[in-house]
């Protein structure tokens, strides 16, 4: 009888290490988005939700500073504000898209030593810098729908983190 030798293929740790770092990302995904509470997408309407609203000020650092080399945690969130409801003073772990489909919505913050507020109408929208930046969002006197698109560094434990009012808007 002849023995048969099997020749083992060695992998390389190049390799290992990718798919190590791919179950990890996995598994850190599931973990991170089963923290916020997700829409059926059977339950949503396909098509556009925002279309060809303008936004200024796109700042491409905070983008590139949340989104590291190893990706983005992304959310969409839809809310609707009631009449001249203000959201409490809050920022996020990093950049947010704003987007008024209806209504009015101002958005409330302090720079230069000055507290200052912008109102974007339907059709318009804004981009919250992130990372610490404190701010509040108030419907107008018809209240607001509008859509949020958050880029936050891979690993946040959450989307808003409450902060107290700024001192020049308190």
Not at 54 to 59: G, L
Not at 71 to 96: C, I, K, M, S
Not at 144 to 166: K, R
Request: aromatic share 10%; hydrophobic share 40%.
């Amino acid at each position: 009888m002849r023995s048969r030798r099997v020749q083992r293929r060695k992998t390389s740790p190049k390799v290992v290490a990718v798919l190590a770092a791919a179950a990890v990302m996995v598994g850190a995904g599931v973990a991170i988005a089963s923290h916020v509470p997700q829409v059926d997408p059977a339950t949503v309407p396909t098509g556009f939700f925002v279309t060809h609203n303008y936004v200024a000020d796109v700042s491409v650092s905070a983008i590139a500073r949340a989104a590291a080399s190893n990706g983005a945690d992304v959310f969409v969130q839809h809310l609707r504000f009631a009449p001249n409801q203000a959201f409490p003073w809050h920022t996020h772990p990093g950049p947010v898209f704003g987007m008024v489909v209806s209504g009015s919505l101002t958005y409330e913050d302090a720079a230069a030593n000055t507290c200052r507020d912008r109102t974007y109408n339907a059709g318009t929208g804004f981009v919250d810098p992130g990372f610490g930046h404190v701010h509040r969002a108030i419907g107008g006197p018809s209240g607001a729908e509008a859509y949020f698109f958050f880029i936050l560094p891979p690993g946040s434990e959450t989307h808003i983190n409450p902060a107290p009012a700024p001192e020049e808007c308190s």
